[in-house]
């Protein structure tokens, strides 16, 4: 087909924050493949110079309704590196649960809320509901127990308010985590139910080669760690901006990240479960296994499949939690304020997420860095783009359409609760050839 064809998606529906894609073919040639974020800088950085240190996990967490706890999280990690003082394994195996609740309701969410429509022909959930009400109430109880698990550790379902550096203001008691049980296990089999469900949709055939980047941990990667990949990185959080760097581009208000010298690369599921398929628990290797993947996934459309397993690991991994939970003795630990740099990461249900602080000697933030997977991502975002593209050029504009957004909701990109749909501009110019 001679001429110019442009694809242009103002609105991206079903992803957190406000974003857009376009593309452009020429006489059957790409030319442009773009995914830009124009929602306005929100500077937390910024935010943060001057204050006690104290503050940054409670201001982080304000980055994200959804997923807080990361933010939370990779904050106090970085603040404990830079005062050089650990929590211990109780602490740490608290912070771990409260984590397995954020990945829960995360990944539900998106899974049955955000991402099946796509794969089953609905605008929304809500249309999805009208003919799937008993699925979507499963997603929706599910949710839910994730969100129980958030709250009992963190004082409040968004935003929560318990956790600090050096541990917690409050643990809870043997008994309060105990009253969780029931609905865990009942979510244990309501996972198992959904890896199943989504095993069933058809998807399209991509497979990329990417340069899968995680946390590596003795349990599967979530809370701290070195950072990998299957390229041969394996790092200190410290070395971080030694090995990645970040440069600002017009089409969008997020930095776009790459590794130094190779480019694009990819945080999130797929990669955590690439590179740490033998870590998960046998029933998730199992369903895993059965839903058609094998220990290294490369198609992007799969990764609701990958999100399915890592729900039903972060059930069973946090029942073993609690099964094993003594109370601490003390859920704070004291330390000393001084001057110093600090590093932290966590697996964010959408990937890495790297904190960098600098304190001077009364413990006041003098610099801040926040590297978020969604950034991260971008390049290899654009990059899934052409190649479905590439494959899809035969389409009608609006199955063109279609099946690109549902490429870039693969990545969950900061999840929100966007209710405007999309609309489509399409330009035709012919070239005269």
Sequence with gaps: ??????????????????????????????????????????????????????????????ICGICPIAYQVSSVNAMENALQFDVGDQLTSLRRLIYCGEWIE???????????????????????????????????????????VVTL?????????????????????????????????WGRDAAKETIRWVAGFSFPKVEEEYEFVAISQDGYPMNTGRIISNRGIDIDPSEFNDFFSEEHVARSNALHSQVRGRGAYLVGPL???SLAFEKLTPTAQDLALEAGLGP??????????????????????????????ETPAASYVPHEVKAGEGHGVSEAPRGLLYHRYRLDDVGRITDAQITPPTAQNQLSIES????????????????????????IRNYDPCISCATHFLELTVERVATGG
């Design 296 to 325: 290294i996934c490369n198609n992007p459309f799969k990764s609701i499949i990958v999100r399915s397993v890592e729900t039903l690991y972060a059930i069973e991994e946090a029942l073993r939690i609690i099964d094993e939970y």
């Design 271 to 273: 990669a955590r479960y």
């Design 153 to 185: 550790l963190g004082g409040r379902e968004i935003h929560p308010i318990n956790l600090r550096v050096g541990g917690f203001y409050r643990a809870p008691t043997k008994q309060e985590l105990e009253s969780l049980i029931p609905e865990l296990e």
């Design 384 to 407: 899934d783009l052409r190649v479905v593209l590439e494959q899809n050029l035969e389409l009608p504009d609006d199955d063109l359409s279609w099946v690109l957004e549902q490429s």
């Design 106 to 148: 995360s990944h539900v969410l998106h899974v049955y809320l955000l991402h099946a429509p796509d794969f089953l022909g609905y605008e929304s959930a809500i249309h999805m509901a009208a003919d799937h009400r008993e699925i979507v109430e499963r997603g929706l109880r599910l949710k839910k127990a994730g969100n129980a």
């Design 1 to 62: 087909m001679s001429g110019t064809r442009e694809v242009a998606v103002d609105y991206l529906a079903r992803v957190e924050g406000e974003g857009a894609m376009r593309v452009k073919v020429v006489d059957d040639q790409i030319e442009e493949v773009e995914f830009s974020i124009f929602e306005p800088p929100r500077f937390f950085e910024a935010f943060m110079l001057g204050r006690p240190y104290t503050d940054a996990p409670d201001i982080t967490a304000r």
